[in-house]
């Protein structure tokens, strides 16, 4: 079990809100034991609390992994804290947005081995996608280890390099929330139908998670899925016709979308 190397030498994780709480979570859930994890977190929640992790307990001196959970915003202030465990055989792993291995490096030396990864919310049921890549200094195992780890709440592509973890977060990392408001959206618009709010609102919800289980189950293609669904001269052709025009509909829109939050994830890196 890729696991086994944490069991053995610990790993510490490096603030546990949301996303850090569901990996840990899901660490558990695997059968790592919580004595192995030393959680640097300074606004624990009561289920962190009952974990059995070291919390806020200092770190091994050696650990396998230091895995930072924190937001791009605070990574300045909280580095420092692991700052020592660079150059050696932690693996450093990172699940911030818009911080470059080249930033990490700098902060705990050129040798240390480096993973970056970009997760998204659905992590938190399980159900996330990562996105991976790494610098020189990451083994096939150490990459290996990082898959394990972030294989605990869904899927994992590894990239072919560090250029691509914009895009990665511009599509999936950013992706829910796109996903939510088309469910705000359609709501919405059937309430502009004379559907009750409450009514709408659940139509849409469970429409939304159904054809995202659909799509994620079935051997066909989205492209086939929507095909299947769609009747020559019916409703939903009368609707798709607008949603996939090719000057005002989803296509457009969306590249604009991504476009924008790529750019953003470039600009916070730079």
């Known amino acids: 079990m890729v696991l086994d190397r944490i069991a053995s030498e610990g790993m510490v994780l490096l603030g546990c809100g949301k996303m850090g709480s569901a990996l840990l979570a899901g660490w558990l859930a695997a059968g790592l034991p919580s004595a192995s994890v030393w959680v640097l977190e300074p606004n624990p929640s009561d289920w962190l609390g009952k974990t059995g992790v070291h919390l806020n307990a200092g770190v ?8 930072l959970a924190v937001k791009p915003q605070m990574m300045g202030a909280a580095l420092p804290a ?11 792993i990172s699940i911030a947005a818009g911080t470059s291995i080249a930033t990490f490096e700098t902060v705990f030396g050129a ?28 083994t096939t195992a150490d ?92 409703t939903t052709a009368a609707a798709l016709a607008v949603l996939m025009d090719p000057a005002t509909g989803f296509p457009p829109l969306l590249r604009r979308a991504v476009k924008a939050a790529a750019d953003r994830g470039r600009e916070l890196g730079a």
């Not at 692991?82 to 450093?92: E, I, K, M, P, S």
């Open 143 to 234: 990459v290996a280890l990082a898959k394990a780890l972030m294989a605990a709440v869904g899927e994992v592509v590894v990239l072919d390099g560090e250029h691509q973890i914009d895009a990665v977060t511009a599509v999936s990392g950013s992706g829910p929330a796109y996903v939510f408001h088309l469910i705000e959206a359609m709501a919405a618009a059937g309430v502009a139908e004379g559907l009750p709010p409450d009514t709408a609102m659940r139509l849409a919800r469970a429409t939304v998670c159904g054809a995202g289980e659909l799509a994620y189950r079935a051997p066909e293609t989205a492209e086939e899925l929507r095909v299947n669904v769609t009747s020559p001269g019916g």
């Open 60 to 67: 091994p001196p050696a650990p396998a992994v230091a895995l």
């Open 111 to 138: 040798e240390t081995p480096i993973v970056r990864t970009m997760p998204n919310t659905p992590a938190m049921v399980g159900r996330g996608i990562t996105g991976l890549c790494h610098n020189s200094h990451a």
């Open 82 to 92: 692991l700052q020592a465990l660079g150059n050696g055989r932690t693996l450093v």
